[in-house]
């Protein structure tokens, strides 16, 4: 660090105790003028606010702890990961792929069949020559048969 940088990193703490020491002059002088109802209600959210913190802070310090007990239980029944670890990450990997390949095996299966089954009905039906070239043929093969 430089004696610039160092000069104005003092300045800037300064400045701020400064600021901190006036904001708390201002509102000392002021807290005489609030009413006891909400200097109650003031100190009543104060409290809740510091019993909240005190929760987090110790809940943080045992999570890890937690955290650690359960790594320690799972690498125990695994063996760190091995052989299980590995299948149990990749059955659902593959059974997914099997999945998405019968559908899509299903659905173009569908589409052959149904392909199959117009054009069982165009060649078993008696048609004159010009329907083949009718525009409204389309729709005639379309429309529900009686």
Do not use: N
């Not at 029944?77 to 019968?102: E, K, T």
């Amino acid at each position: 660090m430089t004696a610039t940088s160092d000069h104005s990193g003092v300045r800037l703490e300064s400045l701020q105790a400064r600021l901190g020491a006036r904001l708390a002059a201002g509102l000392s002088e002021r807290a005489a003028a609030v009413p006891h109802d909400i200097t109650e209600r003031l100190r009543f959210g104060r409290e809740q606010a510091l019993r909240a913190a005190r929760q987090r802070r110790q809940t943080t310090v045992t999570m890890p702890v937690a955290a650690v007990a359960a790594g320690t239980a799972r690498d125990d029944l695994l063996g760190r990961g091995g052989f299980w670890f590995g299948l149990a990450a990749g059955v659902p990997l593959v059974l997914l792929i099997l999945g998405l390949v019968l559908i899509q095996y299903w659905a173009s299966r569908e589409q052959v069949l149904a392909a199959a089954e117009i054009d069982a009905m165009l060649l078993s039906d008696d048609l004159p020559p010009s329907a083949w070239t009718d525009p409204g043929f389309r729709e005639y093969m379309k429309a529900p048969k009686p």
